[in-house]
């Protein structure tokens, strides 16, 4: 199945990783959002659960394992082009994770990895995906 100009939508999958008041995040090499940071994640593949598909996402990213503890938000993203036809549309459930060790090494589709508080995703230097800013203050303030 093609992610550009998808004949239905995309299930995929985003880990909100958390230790020590941090959240995981990785700066996208691909369109959508190449160059933005944003949550690791992918697409959900056939047979595989959703928080299955959140740690292998996990792992190929950053190389982190960590342990999953539920979905805790379910949201779309629909992207048209100039032209209006819809070049991206995912369907992203949000895993939230928790990583008691390791450092993360960018891999796969990750340019870079670091660990970020509430206030650097949300203070605007940061070029973050869309939703980044919520999901994070709905992780980190239910911690």
Not at 41 to 57: D, F, I, K, M, N
Not at 128 to 133: K, Q
């Amino acid at each position: 199945m093609a992610r550009e100009y998808p004949s239905h939508p995309l299930p995929g999958v985003l880990a909100l990783v958390e230790r020590g008041g941090r959240l995981l995040m990785v700066r996208r090499a691909k369109e959508p959002d190449r160059g933005k940071w944003g949550f690791p994640g992918g697409l959900v593949e056939v047979g595989e659960t959703l928080a299955a598909a959140a740690l292998r996402e996990l792992a190929e990213e950053t190389g982190l394992a960590a342990e999953a503890r539920g979905v805790v938000d379910v949201f779309e993203v629909i992207s048209p082009d100039d032209g209006g036809r819809i070049r991206y549309h995912y369907v992203l459930n949000v895993v939230r994770c928790l990583c008691p060790h390791g450092e993360p090494v960018a891999a796969d589709d990750a340019e870079a990895a670091g660990w970020f508080t509430l206030a650097e995703i949300e203070g605007g230097a940061l070029p973050v995906s869309v939703n980044a800013p919520r999901l994070a203050r709905m992780v980190l303030k239910a911690s």
